[in-house]
């Protein structure tokens, strides 16, 4: 009987160890571990990469904070309707969390085309964060991979650009999402 249950245990090391070379591993505080593609909504994927920034960037809620659109990562003067649609969802948890954020459609002094949204590259993050006197911007880049788009976000305070907080996921390429990254 001995034998039997050594021989289990060794077995399920085995299994376990070769399970922990599968995929992807940084630790929970460095980006996805094999159990974060997220499937399912898509919103509260958006909105659980926002609750985790948040808790990992200690910002003032009453002091303002920009949410720029994300880009494709490939192509950072581009976007899609992932894109935007991400970083509304984004903007929306932020305002339900507290934060004060501010809406750049309403702004004059944001330059944009309707098809990109707001996309704060480095070289406008500087001036626009002033203009709004916000103390960080959100930013964030999204590449698609053939079963997957990959997600990775930056809380950046515009002096100096410096990062305060990050984090990446990934969210499953199903039908919705593939739509939403189809060009029209």
Do not use: W
Request: glycine share 10%; proline share 2%; aromatic share 4%.
């Amino acid at each position: 009987m001995r034998r039997r249950t050594a021989g289990a245990a060794v077995l399920a090391a085995g299994v376990l160890a070769l399970t922990g070379c599968a995929g992807y591993y940084y630790g929970e505080n460095y980006g996805p571990t094999l159990g974060s593609v997220v499937r399912g909504s898509l919103v509260q994927a958006s909105h659980g990469a926002i609750d985790r920034l948040l808790q990992d960037a200690a910002l003032d809620p009453l002091q303002p904070v920009l949410v720029g659109t994300l880009v494709n990562v490939d192509r950072l003067g581009e976007s899609s309707r992932f894109g935007r649609i991400v970083s509304e969802q984004m903007a929306g948890r932020m305002a339900q969390r507290g934060m004060r954020v501010v809406e750049l459609k309403l702004r004059d002094s944001v330059a944009m085309r309707s098809e990109l949204g707001e996309l704060l590259l480095s070289r406008e993050l500087r001036e626009v964060s002033q203009a709004h006197h916000a103390q960080a911007v959100l930013v964030g880049t999204y590449a698609v991979s053939a079963r997957q788009v990959y997600v990775s976000l930056k809380m950046v305070l515009p002096e100096g650009n410096a990062v305060v907080a990050a984090h990446d996921y990934a969210v499953a390429l199903d039908q919705d999402v593939r739509s939403l990254l189809a060009v029209r």
